[in-house]
């Protein structure tokens, strides 16, 4: 490992030890392996799935069975390096795209390594997040980022992945009409990718007044209460960011014949589906799972000023305050909660 500064031998890191049970654990500063960097964490945003972990112990089949740091929106600064990566990144401000894929399954070598089967994802039981003083990920998935590009920003090039994966999924580009059911941060940081792409109508809906406030500030050219009816629209894709079975519903027949549903949002494993209505227009139905290739594109339209992230931060907590921060989703106004480990 090489190091152009002193290095702690010890960090504190937020632990979950169990449902709705959390501690602030002194734990060894990990040592970077030869193809990895080790960061110190500036910024780590709060995502619905750390809630979940916290609220529920689980996601699906990933049972947290032992203590585990959450968090994988994530930046920070290269403070060492393994024996094999080149030094001179040390001291590169990163954002950290959060996963370690094997490289030689069928998935990976066709590019889609977000469906590895072997992939190792951040704050993904049994792997360890950001929530932590430092982190190691393998040197090319730490990436680097402008100056003009804040810590923050940097964090959220991960759910702004997500938009990004969704977007090309669902195929928007210029002249596209969207329809986006979800108005939390990764609705609207997809509607702001969906603008960016060209799309010239983009209507959000959401059950919270609060967020549907807002979301003409990231994006959306119409923004509906969910109790409105969108019968009558006809859009090239639906993007589903709510996980809500009524809206997925609601929006499948707002697609054109040829057009494009993609499911983002976590909701019901099962949902009923017009399987005619499919059928007789011939649409493309499919999920999201995270993301492959996304963080270039991603750090451009921050750097270009064509996406604001900034803009979706409304509350700060430190290590001593993550549950607040995972709860913070339930004060009125909140957006995006982030984590400062060194606060």
Same mark, same amino acid.
């Given at each position: 490992m090489e190091a152009r500064t002193t290095i702690p031998e010890r960090m504190r890191a937020s632990e979950l030890l169990a449902q709705d049970s959390l501690t602030v654990a002194d734990r060894a500063v990990p040592a970077p392996a030869a193809d990895e960097v080790l960061i110190r964490v500036a910024s780590v945003g709060v995502c619905g799935s750390d809630t979940h972990y916290f609220t529920h112990g689980r996601i699906g089949p990933f049972v947290v069975e032992q203590p585990l740091v959450l968090g994988h929106e994530a930046s920070g600064v290269i403070v060492a390096v393994g024996e094999g990566v080149d030094a001179a990144r040390i001291g590169s401000r990163v954002s950290i795209? !959060?996963?370690r894929a094997c490289r030689v399954c069928e998935q990976c070598k066709k590019g889609a390594y977000n469906l590895c089967p072997e992939m190792q994802?951040?704050?993904? !039981? !049994?792997?360890? #997040?950001?929530?932590?003083?430092?982190v190691t990920i393998q040197s090319d998935y730490a990436h680097d980022i402008p100056d003009s590009v804040s810590a923050h920003a940097a964090a959220l090039m991960e759910p702004l992945s997500v938009g990004i994966w969704a977007c090309q999924k669902a195929g928007v580009t210029a002249g596209s009409r969207v329809l986006i059911a979800g108005a939390g941060p990764i609705g609207l940081v997809t509607a702001q990718v969906a603008r960016a792409f060209g799309a010239t109508e983009i209507i959000i809906t959401d059950i919270s007044e609060e967020r549907l406030a807002v979301a003409a500030q990231h994006g959306a050219m119409?923004?509906?209460h969910a109790s409105e009816s969108v019968e009558e629209m006809t859009v090239d894709a639906?993007?589903?960011?709510?996980?809500?079975g009524p809206?997925?519903?609601? #929006?499948i027949p707002t697609v054109k014949p040829g057009g494009r549903i993609v499911l983002v949002g976590l909701g019901a494993d099962e949902l009923?589906? !017009?399987?005619?209505?499919?059928?007789?227009?011939?649409l493309w139905l499919t999920g999201v799972f995270?993301?492959?290739n996304t963080w270039p594109l991603a750090i451009e339209l921050v750097a270009a000023g064509r996406v604001n992230l900034d803009a979706l931060v409304t509350h700060t907590f430190g290590l001593d305050d993550v549950e607040n921060a995972l709860m913070a989703g339930r004060i009125p106004g909140a957006?995006?909660?982030v984590v400062e480990p060194w606060r």
């Open positions: 795209e !959060p996963q994802f951040f704050a993904t !039981p !049994p792997i360890d #997040g950001a929530f932590a003083e430092y119409r923004a509906l639906f993007i589903d960011a709510s996980g809500a809206a997925i519903r609601a #929006g009923t589906l !017009p399987v005619n209505l499919l059928q007789n227009r011939e995270r993301y492959a957006l995006k909660a």
